[in-house]
């Protein structure tokens, strides 16, 4: 779909922070990196940092989530942080929260890619929606009134 572009290297510290989730997030970044720049998802220049500034830094949050909690992921875009949260946590239930229409239907396509059962896409604002989330996960949206 897209010509070659160049692609960050999965780093070393991938095993340790996304665990038994690894093999997902592996073909979440793929998926990414070969239509996020067409899709309009991500810019170009992010394939070649994909892991250390998108990836790694999603999963680290992982760990803060309390058990079975419910997860509103505000702005979803590319599904960042989302996915890979729910790709590490199967034990969450993870909303992704997205008004843009071609956004949702890619997160609605790979959520049936990566077989993530615990993820539900809501094309909606954030202001639309309401309090019925015990955590918030946002990036790259714009300043919270």
């Known amino acids: 779909m897209t010509d070659e572009v160049d692609v960050e290297a999965e ?35 992010e394939p070649a940092r994909l892991w250390t500034r998108h990836l790694v830094n999603c999963g680290l949050v992982a760990p803060l989530i309390p ?13 960042l942080p989302g996915l890979v949260l729910a790709a590490m946590r199967p034990d969450i239930a993870i909303t992704l929260i997205e008004p843009m229409e071609r956004r949702v239907v890619w997160l609605e396509d790979e959520i049936g890619r990566l077989g993530l059962p615990n993820v539900t896409v809501l094309r909606a604002r954030a202001e639309e929606v309401g309090g019925r989330f015990e955590v918030v996960t946002a990036r790259a949206v714009g300043a919270l009134a």
């Open 11 to 45: 780093p070393a510290v991938a095993q340790s922070v996304f665990g038994p989730g690894l093999p997902t997030v592996r073909r979440y970044a793929s998926d990414l990196a070969r239509f996020g720049v067409e899709l309009g998802l991500i810019g170009p220049l």
């Open 67 to 79: 058990e079975g909690a419910t997860v509103a992921d505000v702005g979803s875009g590319a599904g």
